[in-house]
Structures are given as C-alpha cells and as structure tokens.
C-alpha cells in the first residue's frame, strides 16, 4: 500500500471550509490569542478532529497562513508582474490600501501581527512568519534588480534597500489600518509613497 494512501471513514467536514473559520480567528486575535475553544467553535469540529487534520494549533495556524497569503494579500505576486518598476510599485502601494481597507476582514495585516507579540512559547510561530515575510522581500527586490538592469529603475539606492522600504511603507500602513485609518486615508498614504519614491521617473 502507498505510503500516501488514507485508509478510514470520511471526516464528515469540509476541510478548507473549516480552515477559512479557524484563518478569520487567527486573524482577529493573532496565533497566541486564539484559544483552542475559540478555534474549535468557530470551524465547528473537536479537538480531536482538529490535530487529526492539521496535526496541532501550530500545523492548523501555518495551514491558515498558506491561504491568507492566497487571499487578501493576493495583489503582491500579480504586482511583481507588472511591466514597470512604477507599474508594480503602484499595484503594491493600492494593493495594500485596499487590502487593509476592505471590513469584511479583520483589520492588518495577519502576517505582521501575529509576528509581534508572543511568549517564547510562539517563537517557532514567529520566526516562520518572519522567513516568510523576508521571503517576499525577496522576491520583491529580485523584481527591483531586473529594473535597474533594464534602465526602469535608477541605481541610486540598492535593490535591497529600495524592497525594505516599500516593506516598511506597507507595515506601517498595516498599523494604521488596525488603528481605523479609513480607506481614503490610507489610499492618501499610498499616494504620497509613490510621488516620493526613489529611484522612480516622477511625471
């Protein structure tokens, strides 16, 4: 028999369904807030039906990561896409305005939340959101070289340099929104990033 063979009785539940509820949790009251109880009520399934799925809170909380980053943060890769260095810092910019603006979700930003607070207890939690937010840093400053390669992006600053500022930009604007910055005001703060942003042909 396939060691990836699943032999046993149907779970009796939508697995993504319930993923979705336990992702809305997590991203309300971050991994440490979210109480198993809390968890298990909102998927609507038991303990022991939660660790045989995703194994424990931790394995359920990354499992959830996976398709927040599919979701409303879904403007980052499509940006990376865009023809122009201006082009993907605008996506990226009015990406996160709306993103952070849309209250049919938690406000800011699950990746950076959940990776600010936490005993010690959360550590393994926090360094995987942590790789995973230097991983699209990147990304985004593998697309900022390309630029500058190809004469779309002046050389002024390092890539690098460039990809942690627009990271930082966006961070902050994920403060502001879990502070109740409406959705004007923060498409305001993506304007003004852009109008400032280094390196960039400002007409």
């Not at 298990?40 to 931790?58: D, H, Q, V």
């Not at 390669?149 to 942690?164: F, H, N, R, V």
């Amino acid at each position: 028999m396939s060691k990836t063979s699943c032999v046993g009785r149907p779970k009796g539940f939508d697995v993504d369904d319930v993923l979705e509820k336990a992702l809305v949790v997590f991203w309300a009251k971050g991994y440490e807030g979210a109480s198993l109880s809390d968890l298990t009520k909102a998927m609507g399934i038991n303990k022991p039906s939660l660790y045989s799925t995703f194994g424990n809170k931790e394995g359920l909380f990354l499992k959830a990561v996976d398709l927040y980053e599919q979701r409303p943060c879904g403007y980052f890769r499509p940006a990376l896409e865009e023809a122009t260095a201006k082009a993907v810092i605008t996506a990226m910019l009015n990406g996160a305005a709306k993103s952070l603006a849309d209250h049919n979700n938690p406000q800011g930003c699950m990746l950076i939340q959940s990776a600010l607070t936490g005993s010690d207890d959360c550590e393994s939690v926090k360094q995987a959101l942590i790789s995973r937010r230097r991983n699209h840093q990147n990304e985004l400053k593998i697309r900022l070289e390309l630029a500058q390669q190809q004469g779309d992006l002046t050389t002024e600053y390092s890539a690098e340099s460039l990809a942690q500022y627009l990271a930082t930009i966006i961070q902050g604007m994920t403060i502001q929104a879990t502070d109740c910055s409406s959705a004007a005001e923060l498409q305001n703060i993506a304007d003004l990033a852009l109008s400032h942003f280094p390196g960039l042909e400002q007409n």
